[in-house]
């Protein structure tokens, strides 16, 4: 039920808060009427909404231990 | 690569010695420990145990009765794919085994049940069927995308679940000793992390990778060794401190805490969310008022236990496996209990990876 996968913003129509997101390769029509976002931005899609931009910093310490820092 | 998070779990391990039990509370964390082997690599004195965050699993059969009523009395009705196989305690009475209807059964009698991805889908179906009722459940996570729709005029069965008291609940148990908890991702994306600090215990917000529920168990395990019970975010690339303030004024804008019954941990007071008086028009509660309470006289609502556990595997006090009906009686093609039902339920989980 709290799955979420994230997808890569193509397109945004502000006007009905909607988003073609792209999901490797699979594109679907999100809402984004929960989250500040524009093309270009990685979002997390549970039920057809984006639920949060992902963002790549704050990650390091798990990245560092995957690499055996 | 993932091999050096497992030395260091390891390593903690043995620092630490005693048994220490952790919680994963979403029910995708048991579906990546599953899926993972998670529980087969980890120390023997690390003991992992599922626990209520499958929202399927603990909605009340009464409420899936309600849902079934109104769709055998010719309402139609939408609901996640996740619920359809769910049993309530209604029963045909002509029905020598009393088998317990789901949506699913009630559809095979003719009911007009059709099962959404979103509530996006439920409104553009509601076109079609103006009376239609959206069977709303789920945590946090699911709450905001139901509030819209409401706003947006569709009508919905609420039975949408807060998910902080029901870990209250879990930490208040006198029979269950929990060191630290795995915190549910995306219901934190929601709520953010400051809420979890209430409980005085190891807690890490962490996301639904098997590297992330590694690196979440080790981030435990760090904490427990050094003396210390705070919130860490282990999710931080999904989840911001604050959460989504934004998601949160939508919902308490449409819904306000009401007591709510859990399959499996009983009432919890203020733990349930009911659609507030001002959208009442959408209130499937309060718009088919008298369908809910005349049940057709073909059915009936038995209240017999089956002897599933699901309840007590919920609390973290058994096992699947502990169960007499587990993949004999009760098997992922006919579930007796919603544990076994949901792709996010322990003993549905279990027997998927067995």
């Known amino acids: ?69 | 690569m993932t091999s050096n998070i497992i030395k260091k779990i390891e390593t903690l391990a043995k620092e630490i010695k005693r048994e220490v039990v952790i919680m994963e509370l979403c029910g995708t964390h048991t579906e990546a420990v599953a899926k993972n082997g998670i529980k087969k690599i980890l120390p023997k004195n690390i003991r992992l145990l599922s626990g209520p965050g499958c929202p399927v699993c603990v909605t009340d059969q009464k409420d899936v009765d309600a849902v079934l009523t109104l769709a055998l009395s010719g309402v139609p009705i939408a609901c996640y794919g996740d619920v359809l196989k769910v049993p309530g305690n209604l029963v045909l009475k002509a029905d020598p085994e009393k088998q317990k209807l789901s949506l699913n059964k009630a559809r095979e009698l003719g009911a007009d049940v059709s099962a959404v991805y979103s509530t996006i889908d439920a409104l553009k179906l509601q076109k079609e069927k103006p009376d239609l009722v959206f069977f709303g459940l789920g945590f946090e996570t699911t709450t905001p995308m139901t509030a819209d729709a409401i706003k947006k005029g569709l009508t919905v069965y609420s039975s949408h679940k807060l998910f902080l008291p029901a870990m209250q609940v879990l930490v208040d148990s006198p029979t269950l000793k929990i060191d630290g908890f795995l915190d549910p991702g995306h219901v934190s994306a929601m709520i953010g992390v400051e809420p979890y600090r209430k409980f005085k215990l190891a807690q890490v917000i962490t996301g639904f990778t098997g590297e992330d529920v590694l690196f979440g168990i080790y981030m435990l395990l760090r904490q427990i060794a050094e003396g210390r019970k705070v919130v860490e975010n282990e999710y931080t690339r999904c989840v911001k401190p604050k959460g989504n303030p934004v998601a949160r004024k939508l919902v308490n804008d449409v819904f306000e805490a009401g007591d709510a019954f859990w399959r499996g941990l009983g009432t919890i007071p203020n733990s349930g969310l009911d659609i507030r008086e001002k959208y009442a028009k959408y209130d499937a509660k309060v718009k088919y008022r008298d369908v809910l309470n005349s049940l057709d006289e073909k059915y009936e609502i038995l209240n017999t236990s089956n002897g599933c556990i699901c309840g007590a595997i919920m609390r973290g006090l058994k096992q699947p496996k502990d169960c007499q009906l587990f993949n004999k009686k009760c098997t992922s093609e006919n579930p007796i209990g919603a544990c076994m039902v949901s792709a996010e339920g322990a003993c549905g989980i279990e027997v998927k990876y067995l």
């Open chain 1, 1 to 69: 039920m709290c799955l979420a996968i994230p997808g890569k913003i193509k397109s945004v129509d502000k006007k009905i808060n909607m988003a073609l997101v792209d999901f490797d390769g699979i594109e679907r029509e999100v809402n984004i009427s929960l989250v500040d976002v524009g093309k270009g931005d990685y979002v997390i899609v549970h039920a057809g909404f984006a639920i949060e931009k992902l963002t790549s910093q704050d990650a390091k310490e798990i990245s560092d231990l995957l690499e055996g820092k």
